[in-house]
């Protein structure tokens, strides 16, 4: 049974090790901070949407759940 393994494990090696950078992939939805904070308006949008996440979850929202991220900011920007 071992030695199935280690002959999988050295099978898969090459599909382990062939991708250079298999991760390095570009994501819009999560800008940089120079292209969030470019212009005054940008800001002002920031600050506006970031507000309105916030009191939408924390205040409009009957459910439990959307009030118990807010609190433990798991549903915050990585800003």
């Not at 382990?16 to 470019?38: G, H, I, T």
């Amino acid at each position: 049974m071992k030695k199935r393994l280690y002959v999988l494990a050295l099978l898969a090696l090459p599909w382990l090790v062939a991708c250079e950078d298999p991760l390095q992939v570009e994501n819009p939805n999560n800008p940089d901070r120079d292209k969030v904070l470019a212009t005054p308006a940008d800001l002002e949008n920031w600050i506006r949407d970031s507000f309105n996440a916030w009191f939408r979850s924390a205040f409009a929202a009957d459910a439990l759940l959307p009030q118990l991220r807010t609190s433990g900011l798991e549903n915050h920007s990585e800003l």
